[in-house]
């Protein structure tokens, strides 16, 4: 399966021989993108900081890595896998980039976010740009041939371009999650199985090699309480209370849930909506397989994918998308807002069953003065149109509407 992230990777890094930066959650298909695009180049090379020969081969002599491809005619491709975990990485990745006799292209993956390690004295600006992985979404797993630009996809999608796909994946990816290796092999079972050792290996390995904290256990407890709060406004003195720890340590420890790709949150947008929260963030799970309760497992499932489509355009150099939500202090509430370049571009409201507009839609749209408003339903084979003021609001299937995203 070719991932959204390829066509970027190839056109905005390789083109100029510049390092792409892969991160994104733990077993998300990282290492598979970079293998398939290695098989495709046919010389280069696949290196894993876990292999003993290659961490002595990066101590003692990097350049060795590309010594035996100075002969081939074709621009090598090398792949370094979770070299992150190693202390002065970005300044021996940059000596190697640097004192090249000839070009090659690098790509560099981790399951942390790569950009924390922006920080620090050996920058790679101007020499690496960086792309985010995400699990498995509707476009791609229908293959949906669609416009690349996201007025012309949300044109598109308003329009009713392109009918229903004969298949509608959305069943599954709320059943076995977004994440390859469980949706491929669609069984309970080996689902639940992944599921426990990814947060074995996240909440213990992952977060021992990025910070270094005793307290392991302590976060184990707090990842246990987050399922039945995602969709909510996240109180952080509620899970200080309930883990009987400090403020600063709970805000601490999301952060670094965060930075590994177990949580994300959304803040609320507040410029010219009236009485909106300012403060108060909104928490989702990369799996949202986790999440029991069948309303916030669709709503993470969308905020997902949302994101990505965020991250994607981002990366892929249409413009800067953020994703934050609406909520007043009438707890009147739209789900998702996506906004380009500082401004609001596509509200989206998530309903499991409800096919009728939310009925504060006009309320907000008056605010925002977006021309388009989205509301999904997990109901298939769904599209409505309607209008909300000068907005045009369509309700519409999951499983159809998300394919015009990335």
Known sequence: MERSLTTPIKELAFSDHKIALVSGPRQC??????????????????????DVSFRR????????????????????????????????WKRTLKGLYDTRERPFDLIVTGSARLNVYKKGGDSLLGRALHFRLHPL?????????????????IGALFTHATRVAKEDPIESLLRFGGFPEPFLAANERKARVWRHSRIEKVLREDLRDLSRIPELSRVEMLASLLPERVGSPLSRASLREDLEVSFDSVTRWLGLLSELYYTFELKPYARSVARSLKRESKLYLWDWSEVQEPGARFENLVAVHLLK????WTDSGEGTFDL????NKEKEEI??????????????????????????????VGYLGCRRALQLVCKPGWFRRYTEGDTELIVASAGDALRYFA
Do not use: Q
């Open 29 to 50: 298909g990282k290492t598979t993108l970079g293998k398939m695009l290695l098989a495709e180049r046919k010389v280069g090379g696949y290196h894993n900081w876990d």
């Open 57 to 88: 081969m990066w101590t003692k002599e990097p350049t060795s890595m590309t010594a035996e491809f100075t002969a081939s005619s074709v621009v090598p491709l090398l792949v370094l896998d979770e070299i992150h975990k190693v202390r002065g």
């Open 137 to 153: 979404s509707v476009a791609e797993l229908t293959a949906a041939s669609l416009p690349g630009e996201p007025d012309e996809r």
């Open 309 to 312: 489509a965020c991250d994607f």
């Open 324 to 327: 934050k939500y609406l909520r």
């Open 335 to 364: 789900d998702f807002l996506i906004v380009r370049d500082g401004k609001p571009w596509l509200p989206v409201e998530v309903k499991l069953n409800d096919t009728e507009p939310l009925r504060h839609w006009r309320k907000f």
